[in-house]
């Protein structure tokens, strides 16, 4: 995969009726697939105390967080309403180069902070609930 700049990572939230939202200028975000193994090791494993794991994978989750801006009242009232009411709206992270993940997703957290003179600051955390779809962009396997 080519260099990509940070801010090319895009996370969107879809308002309603499949209308996907570009959620604020994000200053900083990351993305984490993690695929969890499933340990056999027992005391009397026969690996003298190394791990053995099954050759499948037991969980896989996706979780995405960032900080920014909100420029985009939609957005900004989607997550609240998110948090707010424990809702899981559809979410879009769109990997420049490499694929578009669209998953439901779990508002883990947000917060809000500022200073007096300086716009509100948003941070968030959302991690996926069910199945992940993954589209490959233009040009690139899956």
Do not use: C
């Given at each position: 995969?080519?260099?990509?700049?940070?801010?090319?990572?895009?996370l969107?939230?879809?308002?309603?009726?499949?209308t996907?939202?570009?959620?604020?200028?994000?200053?900083?975000?990351?993305m984490?697939?993690?695929?969890?193994?499933?340990?056999?090791?027992?005391?009397?494993?026969?690996?003298?105390g190394?791990?053995?794991?099954?050759?499948?994978?037991?969980?896989?989750?996706?979780e995405?967080?960032?900080?920014?801006l909100?420029?985009d009242d939609?957005?900004?009232?989607?997550?609240?309403n998110?948090?707010?009411?424990q809702?899981?709206?559809?979410?879009?992270?769109i990997?420049?180069?490499?694929a578009?993940?669209?998953?439901?997703?779990?508002?883990?957290d947000?917060?809000?902070?500022g200073?007096?003179?300086?716009p509100?600051?948003?941070?968030?955390?959302?991690?996926?609930?069910?199945?992940?779809?993954?589209?490959?962009?233009?040009g690139v396997?899956?």
């Amino acid at each position: 995969m080519a260099k990509q700049k940070g801010r090319d990572l895009l996370l969107k939230i879809d308002t309603g009726g499949g209308t996907f939202v570009t959620i604020g200028g994000m200053r900083a975000r990351s993305m984490k697939i993690n695929n969890a193994v499933v340990d056999l090791t027992t005391s009397d494993s026969v690996f003298g105390g190394v791990l053995a794991y099954e050759g499948d994978y037991s969980v896989q989750s996706f979780e995405v967080s960032g900080a920014g801006l909100w420029n985009d009242d939609s957005a900004a009232n989607a997550a609240y309403n998110a948090v707010i009411g424990q809702t899981k709206p559809t979410m879009q992270v769109i990997v420049p180069g490499l694929a578009t993940f669209q998953f439901a997703a779990l508002f883990a957290d947000e917060a809000f902070s500022g200073t007096h003179e300086n716009p509100l600051d948003f941070s968030l955390t959302i991690k996926s609930t069910g199945q992940v779809t993954v589209t490959a962009n233009a040009g690139v396997g899956a």
